[in-house]
Each structure stands twice: as structure tokens, then as C-alpha cells.
């Protein structure tokens, strides 16, 4: 079993990012510059958020973070994607998901500009990515990609089953791992699924997003089998000095031993997750995916 190590692979694309920064600023230039909007106090948002700010500083990056309690209106947020829309200065951006319940998510995804959309949530980069044309990918899927492409992963003709349908995750993941260059086979598995651990376990390369503390067992997983665990469920521990314990979708002690490779959490996609939205916003400033 070898691990997956999300620190070592994000750390080199940081490292590369960091350089061009450098150069950039060698040269007089305006550096990249990525705002987060964050509406109320979720605790794993706010930490996610915290970790995407730290990353930006670190490859030198110009950074934001826009802080509205949870009670502003739809409409106040509507005004405030316009004026980042609008923004010369602003690269790119991301609204924290999830929102209050108030607040229609569809509606602020599609108000803003796809150029800026550097998470690749809004429906031009989602219909574009589908059709295989240059766009902004969710900065999870990404991720997983150079996590595989990394290790040398061989994708072409293996079967994978992707568990979970989210926008986010698992139905951008399913779609790219189809993608030719890519080559899986492809089943995707969601709580409607019958008789999942028997279609898990035929899959070369399983990835799950469900959400789920521990939810994929060693009897799910086949010998020799690809794991990737985008889980992270905090779970009290007595152990631990903040009282929580981050564990995934997998029950890594039982199931690391069957695989060939496999993700740890920490550790492992988290970090190419904020990664991947790094090099999303450098590709904005770069306009390498509209010409405007």
C-alpha cells in the first residue's frame, strides 16, 4: 500500500505557482488576486476559507475574505457578486458553500461571471466542461486528477466507481474520469443504489464522496484496488486537544491494507482541493480559459 500524499503533489504545484508569482512581480506586474465570500459562522467553512487565504499568501497571491453574518438577504448578495463581477482587480472569486437556507444557491452560482468562477461551479463551465472544452473544473475533481496523474495511475479502461452525485464532487468526477485521455469506465453510486458494496467492490478505482464518517468498509474494497476519500467528518475524540478528530469517508485502519494506493485525511484531497483553486485563479488572470 503506498499513500496518495495530497502534501507532497500540492506542495509542488504551489511551489510552481510561487515561481511564475515571483516572476511576475520581477517583471512590475500586477499579481493574482482571489476574494472568498463567506455568509455566517459554519465552523468547517470558516476553517476551509482561513486555509484558502493562507495558500494564497504563500504563492503571493493578493487575497480577501468577505465576511456577512447569516442573516443578509439574497439581494445584498446578488450586489456584492456584481461589484466583484465588475471588478478589475478581482481575478477570480468563490461564495463558501453551503449558504444559509435562505438563500437560493442556484441563483448566486449563476450570477457569477464564468471568467471569475474559479471554483467551476456555474453552468457555462459545468456545460463546457462536459462537452470536453477549456474550462474552470471544481477544484476537488482537479485535484483528485493530478493526485493520480502524480502517482502514475493507470486509468485507461479500469473501472471506477465514483459513490455520491453531488454537483461539487461526484458527478463532475464521473465525467472526468470518462473523458478520453482519462479512459474509466464509469459507475456512479448514490443512496438509491442497490446493492452497493457489491458494485464497489468491482471497481479498480474507487472514489468516494458521500460524506459519511467511515461509510466504505474493508468487505467494499477489492484487492489491490485504488482508493480516493474525499470525506471530512469531524467526530468528538477524547483524544485529541480540540475535542475533534477529522477521520473520512473510509475506514482507512481496515481498508489500507487491501489497496494499492490510497488517500489519507488529513492529508490528502483537502489539500489538493485549495490547490487546484490556486492554479484556477492564475488561469484567470491569465485568461487562458475566455479571452475577454
Request: glycine share 8%; hydrophobic share 40%.
Amino acid at each position: 500500500m503506498e499513500l496518495l500524499d495530497g502534501k507532497v503533489v500540492s506542495r509542488g504545484l504551489k511551489d510552481s505557482i510561487a515561481a511564475e508569482v515571483a516572476e511576475l512581480k520581477a517583471q512590475g506586474k500586477r499579481v493574482p488576486f482571489l476574494v472568498a465570500v463567506l455568509v455566517g459562522d459554519d465552523d468547517a467553512s470558516k476553517i476551509y476559507v482561513a486555509n484558502k487565504d493562507k495558500a494564497c499568501q504563500e504563492v503571493g497571491f493578493g487575497s480577501t475574505v468577505l465576511k456577512f453574518p447569516a442573516d443578509i438577504t439574497e439581494e445584498f448578495l446578488l450586489k456584492e457578486i456584481d461589484k466583484l463581477n465588475k471588478d478589475p482587480e478581482v481575478d477570480g472569486f468563490i461564495v463558501q458553500l453551503p449558504l444559509p437556507d435562505h438563500i437560493n444557491e442556484s441563483r448566486i452560482i449563476e450570477a457569477i461571471d464564468p471568467r471569475k468562477d474559479v471554483d467551476g461551479f456555474h453552468p457555462t463551465n459545468t456545460g463546457r466542461m462536459v462537452s470536453g472544452l477549456p474550462s474552470f473544473l471544481p477544484a476537488t475533481p482537479c485535484g483528485i486528477l493530478e493526485l493520480l496523474k502524480y502517482y502514475n495511475i493507470d486509468t485507461r479502461g479500469k473501472h471506477c466507481v465514483v459513490i455520491g452525485r453531488s454537483n461539487i464532487v461526484g458527478r463532475p468526477m464521473a465525467n472526468l474520469l470518462s473523458q478520453k485521455g482519462i479512459d474509466c469506465t464509469v459507475t456512479i453510486c448514490h443512496s438509491r443504489t442497490l446493492n452497493l458494496a457489491e458494485e464497489v467492490r468491482r471497481a479498480d478505482i474507487v472514489v468516494s464522496a458521500v460524506g459519511s464518517p467511515r461509510f466504505v468498509t474493508a468487505d467494499m474494497i477489492k484487492p489491490g484496488a485504488v482508493v480516493v476519500d474525499v470525506g471530512m467528518n469531524r467526530l468528538r475524540s477524547d483524544q485529541t486537544k480540540s475535542g475533534w478528530k477529522l477521520v473520512g469517508d473510509v475506514d482507512f485502519e481496515n481498508v489500507a491494507p487491501k489497496c494499492s494506493y490510497i488517500t489519507p485525511v488529513p492529508g490528502g484531497v483537502g489539500l489538493m482541493t485549495i490547490s487546484s483553486l490556486i492554479a484556477n485563479t492564475l488561469r484567470a488572470y491569465k485568461k487562458e480559459i475566455y479571452a475577454w
